[in-house]
């Protein structure tokens, strides 16, 4: 399928190393568990978002990172924006959790709308952060004060290029022991190194998912050990097996991140 085609199809993906949007086909997904804030909307009708501790049934909903969740929509479509949690203070989040639960019809006219504004513009130009919060929230979403040494080794985890990515790597490049670095990690994140290094490898497949490409070669590349361990992950964190993905994802228009315009995201089409 040629680009033009998929951004005819209306099934569009934003895509940087801070936020995702994603307009597109649901499938049947089992429990998955999002590395990252996931906020849902119903293209028509009603989501329910089922928890361990709760079910939600209305036309938005949000999920906080790594909670286990089920998802069903009564349309085949769905509206699902995902927020990195080191990018932003959680703080902020909860108060959008409130706003959600308290309003979420009119929270889901705002995505949808921020949706056909994307659909019908068929934007091709630049986006950085501060512009997709608006767009969707209306507002910048407050930043995460992380210490430093955190910050650059969270950036460097969303870098799959072939770079080391060991916890004793990442601690030696900001000058700390590998002990003290994973205590300050999780103490800064929230989350084990282990736990948010697989996220981002999990996350990173996002970029391939309207491409004709050896899923085994794939996963080899983003630094799986083999398929098992790749499905296993992938599951894990979307509910889909990677083929039900790629299998969903044909006429999806991704727009990805320029890679040179860090902490001020923008997006471009095609491969980075």
């Keep these: 399928m040629n680009d033009r085609d998929r951004r005819q199809s209306g099934r ?20 998955r568990a999002s590395g990252g804030y996931n906020i849902y909307a119903a293209i028509r009708g009603q ?7 709760a079910e939600v049934v209305d036309e938005a909903a949000i999920v906080p ?9 009564d349309h085949a479509c769905i509206i699902c924006l995902v927020i990195e949690p080191e990018t ?21 006219q705002r995505i949808r709308a921020a949706y056909e504004s994307l659909h019908l513009r068929e934007r091709r130009g630049g986006f950085t952060t ?20 955190i910050r650059r080794s969270a950036a460097r985890l969303n870098d799959f ?11 030696a490049a900001v000058g700390l022991s590998p002990s003290r670095f994973l205590h300050l990690f999780k103490e800064q994140t929230g989350v084990s190194f282990r736990a948010f290094r697989a996220w981002k490898r999990a996350r990173h497949l996002l970029h391939f998912v309207n491409e ?29 097996q990677p083929r039900a993905i790629f299998s969903g994802s044909r006429d999806l228009a991704i727009y990805r991140s320029d890679p040179g315009l860090r902490g001020t995201t923008g997006f471009r089409q095609g491969r980075p």
């Design 12 to 31: 569009l993906m934003l895509i940087s190393p801070e936020r995702v949007f994603y307009a597109g086909l649901l499938g049947r997904p089992l429990r």
């Design 47 to 53: 989501l329910r978002i089922t928890t361990a501790q």
């Design 65 to 73: 990172p790594y909670v286990p969740h089920s998802v069903e929509s």
């Design 88 to 108: 932003v203070e959680p703080s902020a989040m909860d108060e959008w959790s409130a706003r959600i639960g308290t309003a979420a019809a009119n929270i889901a």
């Design 130 to 149: 501060g512009e997709f919060d608006q767009l969707f929230f209306g507002e910048a979403l407050r930043a995460r004060d992380l210490d430093l040494r």
């Design 161 to 171: 290029s072939g770079a080391s990515m060991t916890a004793a790597d990442c601690a």
């Design 212 to 240: 004709d490409i050896n899923l085994a070669h794939l996963a080899q590349d983003i630094g799986y050990p083999d398929s098992t361990h790749f499905s296993h992950s992938i599951r894990r964190f979307y509910g889909l």
